[in-house]
């Protein structure tokens, strides 16, 4: 490897910068958060950098690296991205700075010091860098798991009344999945090991996406990666603790949560499942589309009926990752080339959700809908602001969420009609949801206590500015974002042994002239 | 059906649809139509406080401009021979995945070009109109900006060239639609009645977009040449089908039964959102997405029926309502639904209707949005009160109003030589000539249905401008400004001479030629034109007759008198809203709330309760560290000599 | 001599150590045993060593002592330290250490 080491440099820089905050004086903390904010963009403009180096038409895996780490049982540190895994980190990268700008006075009162804080997210994004890049199976689950401890003691130290019992749960639930997974991936590698005689085993992506695996074992091994993937995006029934982690983490902890470590289950879903056991994600596509549905019912009324905004936006989110892992299961470019973009997407809306309900939190010190009431007359630009993000929320055309839904519904159409028709008439609840939540807290008469509730703060305009910005860049003009992703969703189709279903009437490509 | 028809229709069906030319010269200029308002919106909703001064003038010249641009680009589209009137512009590659290729494109052919002076026209007016109706608002430059949003998301729609862009630019109004009704957010009644039309509207979406998958998966295309030039190479049956989704998104925008109740209810909007919005564009979007997907309906009677008896319904239903409103914007809204109603059946009746439905449109365009400007008129000069019950003589004081008004209600009833006459006396013509039993049960209900709305205007009119005045205390009714007064007077013109022009010589139907073919007689004619059109004359002579009996030589009495089971049912909007709680919102309530329960008691809590049995099962199980140490090395001896003993029995 | 004698001496050595334990409530007593029980287990491994010829089992002899020797100052400072407070030395007294 004589190339520059691009993304082991992105995923260290972080961990360097949190390295630098936490040996700040106590006296310093303020430099210290602008330390952090400074790392985070350094590693901005790096992500930046090697997202210019990838070349969209180039080979599946780029910015490769690969070193023996464990030789004993050939596991290497092995990093490496495809459009699919890329724009997630790039993903990562853009949202941390922004939290970090958003946390600024969060952890003023927490359990642990200020630096400590932002010492915590610098390393999460360390992990989350490294559980994208990984091309190593046992690599993966090794970031997989150690992601879990910066957000539980985000959670447990700087969160909400219930803290300890939500970041408990928040552990137990995924400790419980990632050791599902562990026996999973020990399973594949024993697996591997029979069959590629004579070497040492490995656990390298692209080694074991061709090995054989009789079809029982494949079964079992699936439901042990699936659970855990499940359990991480959350889908029905495995998603009870997001509601609690996410109200009681802080704002800036439940966008990391929400937006990107979520990612990680449904990201898995699409890289780790499907090409590793192609047999049996399809037999268990049904299973898994129908668990897909019930959670979009499901997350957008218990939206409905949620008196907290953060449970609320919490639910939202429910409902959207059935719709990724919809896209993801209908085994067709169009839903899975849609189901990462929403991925990306949905990170931008529900995390631009998140940071101004925090906002709107921050203002009064409640996080009851009831307790809000017409804002909109006191603080127009912050109730503008969450107009925009719910309204990408419920995917309006034009915006970035409508281009990954429709993508995902029609995808899902071409193989699973009915599926994709019921799953079509939960945009009106999604409509219901968001609609509703701005009526009680936006519009109607102001509410007492409210009139002089200040609007968006400078600060507070340069969070959500970019967030807002990205939203509308995104539903205008994804394909950038489109051709990066799709030749690896052609490649994960091809790993399947799936093809799209053509057209009952082949009709010259007018999008080809 | 007679074979000729169907001969004639297949002919219709073999014809590709003409490509579009690539847009060059004056034609690039396009994708202005859509900039310029989404500029202006752009500019007025960031700029912020400080453009409040100017902000109405960039609302308006964004307006202008684009209505410019629009009467170039019709002269230009003029100057091509009829086959080249097609002229596309292609954007830029938006969704690319695949097999899947949408790109930004524009059309612009003559049905588009009819849509865009009327979006632009109409709407350039009522936005001079805003300045003054909204003069002494504090969010005037927010309104403007809305309003901006609308034409630009309005002109997206007409203008796309795919289905896919169409819905960005059909939610896009839904959205405008939403923001503009809800634009007093402090009034809960508005923040609700927005809500309910964007959510109403949503359940029409779900019938567009599962119509765009379907034509994908059988089409493998969204755009309009794609999918509506390779419509007779598929079966009916699912052409039917994607009718039939067509035509629920056309009931959720165009306010059609069953998805009506939104309209009436968004009249807490500003008069000039509902004369722009809820009359004269917005809601007739539903009729301009049938007439563009014609080659799909030509193919789908059944769609068609369906069709034609949504219009029928939804036409007697709003006359019905019309009748017993007190509310003028509510009479006003009821008489839309009814006249939209008019217009899908028309469309619904194939290539017989296309044109007459866009020429009631486009006349319906010009009168309904003059009668809304006219009621805003009445209610700026009496406080906002929009209960008729409240107004009566307003005719000696606010004569321009009276005028502008007046000839907008001949227009509607359908009196020629005014434009209504010629728009809906076609479409009761047309309706008879589909023959057969359809063909009478919908002509009738036209017919009667032309009687009950002469009688509904002529209660307006005898209310508010008749009779003697019942104004509430303290009111003092005055003739608007002369910025509101003038683009009730332009459109009063066009209520006057749009009808005969757009007719005159076919013109109208000349122009649209090119896309929805040629307007082919259907048989023989059921009833002689002539005769038809004296006993249309006939009947809404009886409803002004009647109307003018009830309430234009009695007193009107302040108080809603009690009356009878069917005039309490259009009271209540004939119990839309009703059905929807009944059926929809209350289980949906009941449910919610149910899942919350069991959220918070069945999924948590088997979680949390198998937590609990563990964390028990464990405070159990520690009972067994007693603290004696004997009883330690007890269980080890044991444990080993358990050990010894397998390894003994496994040796053995 | 057949080396089975010396097994059969550490078997009942290492019994009665056994019994000690499990039956002697005084610490010093039981402590005692251990130790006898260790010293049983020492004569069984130098046993197999001499039987087997090499060195390894008298060198984990000499590891049992030593950790032996750091076991009886560890544990006997614990019995006095038990013996100062409490003025007794029994086993089933100390039951602190419990759930």
Same mark, same amino acid.
Request: some cysteine; charged content about 10%.
């Given at each position: ?37 400074? +790392? ?75 630096? +400590? ?12 860098? &490294? ?6 199976? /046992? ?19 700087? &969160? ?42 490995? /656990? ?90 019930i959670g979009i019912f499901y997350g957008a009324l218990l939206a409905m009926g949620q008196p907290d ?18 896209g993801v299961f209908a085994f067709t470019s169009q839903a899975q080339a849609g189901a990462t973009l929403?991925?990306?997407?949905? #990170? ?25 009431? #017409? ?21 309006? *055309?034009?915006?970035?969420? /409508? ?71 995104? #539903? ?9 992703? +799709? *030749?690896?969703?052609?490649? +994960? ?21 | ?65 684009? %209505? ?23 954007? %830029? ?71 896919? @862009? ?17 634009? !007093? ?76 109740? !939104? ?9 000039? $959102? ?35 008896? $949504? ?61 809304? @400007? ?47 006459? %010629? ?47 019942? !104004? ?14 003038a683009p009730m007077v332009v459109l009063a013109i066009g209520s006057v001479c749009a009808g005969g ?20 007689? $259907? ?59 009944? @059926? ?5 309530? !009941? ?62 | ?79 006095? =330290?038990?013996?100062? =407070?409490?003025? =007794? ?11």
């Amino acid at each position: 490897m004589t190339s520059f080491p691009w993304l082991t440099t992105i995923g260290l820089v972080p961990t360097l910068g949190a390295v630098a905050v936490l040996a700040a004086p106590k006296t310093r903390e303020q430099a210290a958060k602008s330390v952090a904010l400074g +790392t985070s963009l350094l590693t901005l403009v790096l992500t930046i950098v090697a997202c210019v180096r990838y070349d969209a038409g180039g080979s599946r895996f780029q910015l490769v690296e690969s070193h023996s780490w464990i030789p004993a049982f050939g596991v290497r540190y092995a990093l490496g991205v495809d459009g699919i895994a890329l724009s997630l980190i790039a993903l990562s990268a853009v949202l941390v700075p922004i939290v970090i700008l958003a946390s600024w006075w969060d952890a003023e009162d927490g359990e642990r010091s200020v630096r +400590t804080f932002f010492a915590l997210i610098l390393v999460l994004e360390t992990m989350m860098i &490294g559980v994208f890049a990984a091309t190593d199976v /046992f690599l993966f689950y090794v970031f997989f798991e150690a992601m879990l401890i910066p957000m539980y003691f985000l959670i447990g130290s700087y &969160g909400g009344a219930q803290r300890s019992y939500a970041a408990v749960k928040f552990l137990l639930y995924s400790l419980f999945g990632g050791l599902l997974m562990l026996a999973a991936v020990i399973g594949l590698y024993v697996v591997g090991n029979q069959q590629l005689a004579g070497s040492i085993g490995s /656990f390298d992506f692209q080694t074991l996406v061709n090995i054989h695996i009789t079809p029982g074992v494949e079964k079992a091994l699936f439901l042990g990666f699936f659970i855990a993937f499940a359990i991480k995006a959350p889908l029905w029934p495995f998603h009870t603790w997001l509601p609690d982690a996410a109200a009681e983490a802080p704002t800036g902890a439940a966008v990391l949560l929400v937006g990107v470590l979520d990612k990680v289950g449904t990201f898995g879903m699409l890289r780790y499942c499907l090409p590793l056991f192609p047999d049996a994600s399809h037999y268990f596509a049904p299973v898994v589309i129908t668990l897909a549905i019930i959670g979009i019912f499901y997350g957008a009324l218990l939206a409905m009926g949620q008196p907290d905004l953060k449970r609320l936006v919490a639910y939202t989110s429910v409902a959207h990752f059935g719709f990724i892992a919809l896209g993801v299961f209908a085994f067709t470019s169009q839903a899975q080339a849609g189901a990462t973009l929403y991925m990306v997407n949905h #990170g931008f809306s529900t995390g631009a959700l998140f940071l101004l309900v925090g906002f709107l939190i921050h203002r009064r010190h409640s996080r009851l809908v009831g307790d809000y009431g #017409g804002v909109q007359q006191v603080a127009p630009w912050l109730a503008g602001a969450f107009m925009v993000a719910g309204l990408s929320s419920l995917a309006l *055309p034009g915006l970035n969420s /409508f281009v990954s839904e429709f993508l995902v519904l029609v995808g899902t159409f071409t193989r699973y009609r009915t599926a994709a028709v019921i799953a079509t008439v939960g945009i009106v609840l999604a409509a219901l949801y968001i609609l509703l939540v701005i009526q009680r807290t936006m519009h109607g008469p102001l509410r007492a206590g409210l009139e002089h509730t200040p609007d968006l703060s400078l600060r507070e305009a340069w969070v959500i500015a970019p967030v807002l910005a990205i939203i509308v860049a995104l #539903g205008v003009y994804p394909k950038p974002l489109l051709d990066v992703i +799709t *030749p690896s969703v052609k490649a +994960t189709m091809h790993d399947t042994g799936t093809t799209d279903p053509a057209p009952k009437l082949p009709v010259a490509q007018e999008g080809d002239k | 059906m007679s074979v000729l028809a169907s001969q004639a229709l297949a002919q219709l069906a073999a014809a590709p649809a003409p490509s579009p030319v690539p847009a060059s010269g004056s034609f690039s200029l396009t994708v202005w139509l859509v900039l310029l308002p989404l500029i202006g919106a752009a500019v007025l909703l960031l700029s912020g406080r400080r453009a409040d001064p100017w902000g109405h003038l960039v609302g308006v010249a964004a307006s202008v401009a684009s %209505f410019l641009v629009a009467v170039v680009l019709f002269f230009s589209l003029q100057g091509h021979a009829g086959d080249e009137r097609s002229i596309g512009q292609h954007l %830029f590659s938006w969704v690319p995945v695949a097999g899947f290729h949408v790109d930004a494109g524009l059309l612009l052919d003559p049905l588009s070009m009819a849509f865009v002076l009327l979006i632009t026209g109409v709407g350039s007016l009522i936005h001079i109109y805003s300045v003054g109706y909204m003069s002494h608002d504090a969010g005037r430059r927010r309104f403007f900006g809305y309003l901006n949003l609308f034409v630009a998301a309005m002109l997206l729609l007409v203008l796309a060239d795919g289905y896919l @862009l169409l819905y960005v630019g059909w939610e896009g109004v839904g959205l405008a639609s939403y923001l503009l009704i809800g634009f !007093w957010t402090f009034k809960p009644t508005a923040a609700t009645a927005a809500k309910k039309a964007f959510v109403v509207n949503r359940v029409g979406d779900v019938g567009l977009g599962l119509a765009i998958m379907l034509m994908f998966a059988t089409f493998g295309t969204t755009s309009f040449v794609g999918v509506l030039g390779n419509a007779d190479f598929v079966s009916s049956g699912t052409l039917t089908a994607i009718g039939l989704l067509l035509l629920l998104g056309a009931c959720g925008k165009s306010a059609q039964a069953p998805l009506q109740t !939104w309209l009436l209810d968004a009249m807490e909007g500003p008069t000039p $959102v509902s004369a722009l919005i809820h009359a004269a564009t917005m809601v007739t979007a539903g009729v301009y997405l049938v007439v563009r997907s014609g080659p799909i309906f030509d193919l789908a009677p059944d769609a068609r029926l369906a069709v034609t008896i $949504v219009g029928a319904v939804t036409l007697s239903m709003g006359a019905l309502i019309g009748c017993a409103k007190d509310d003028i914007k509510k009479v006003l809204a009821a008489s839309t639904m009814s006249q939209i109603g008019y217009m899908v059946l028309a469309a619904g009746l194939g290539p017989a209707g296309y044109a007459i439905a866009i020429l009631h449109l486009l006349t319906h365009g010009f009168f309904k949005a003059g009668m809304f @400007l006219g009621a805003g008129s009445v209610m700026h000069a009496l406080d906002d009160e929009v209960d008729m019950r409240r107004y009566g003589g307003l005719r000696k004081v606010m004569p321009i109003t009276f005028v502008t008004f007046g000839l907008g209600y001949l227009a509607i009833i359908g009196l020629p030589p005014f434009s209504g006459f %010629f728009s809906k006396d076609k479409i009761i013509e047309a309706a008879f000539d589909k023959g057969g039993t359809s063909g009478w049960v919908l002509g009738t209900t036209a017919l009667v249905a032309a009687g009950v709305t002469a009688f509904y205007m002529t209660r307006l009119m005898a209310m508010t401008f008749f009779g003697e005045a019942r !104004w509430a205390k303290g009111a003092h009714p005055h003739e608007a400004p002369s910025v509101m007064t003038a683009p009730m007077v332009v459109l009063a013109i066009g209520s006057v001479c749009a009808g005969g022009l757009l007719v005159l010589g076919g013109s109208l139907q000349n122009w649209l030629e090119p896309v929805v073919g040629q307007s082919v007689e $259907v048989g023989a004619h059921t009833i002689s034109p002539t005769v038809l059109t004296l006993i249309t004359l006939l009947v809404v002579g009886g409803g002004v007759a009647g109307g003018w009996v009830v309430f234009g030589r009695r007193s009107i009495p302040v108080t809603a008198p009690a009356a009878g089971p069917l005039v309490v049912a259009a009271r209540r909007d004939l119990y839309g809203d009703a059905a929807n709680e009944a @059926l929809l919102m209350r289980p949906g309530q !009941w449910l919610t709330r149910w899942l919350v329960w069991f959220d918070g008691r069945g999924v948590d809590g088997f979680v949390n309760g198998l937590a609990a049995t563990i964390g028990g099962g464990s405070a159990r199980l520690r009972r067994w560290q007693t603290g004696f140490v004997r009883s330690y090395a007890l269980s080890m001896f044991g444990g080993a000599a358990l050990v010894v003993a397998a390894v003994l029995v496994v040796r053995l | 001599m057949s080396p089975d004698w010396w097994l059969y001496l550490s078997a009942a050595l290492f019994s009665v150590g056994a019994a000690g334990v499990l039956l002697r409530r005084n610490a010093i007593v039981v402590f005692m045993c251990v130790e006898l029980m260790l010293n049983a287990v020492n004569l069984t491994l130098v046993t197999f060593s001499r039987i087997n010829g090499d060195l390894d089992g008298q060198i984990i002899a000499f590891f049992v002592m030593v950790v032996a020797a750091a076991e009886v100052v560890v544990g006997l400072a614990i019995i006095v =330290t038990i013996f100062r =407070t409490r003025r =007794t030395a029994s086993l089933d007294e100390a039951n602190l250490l419990k759930y």
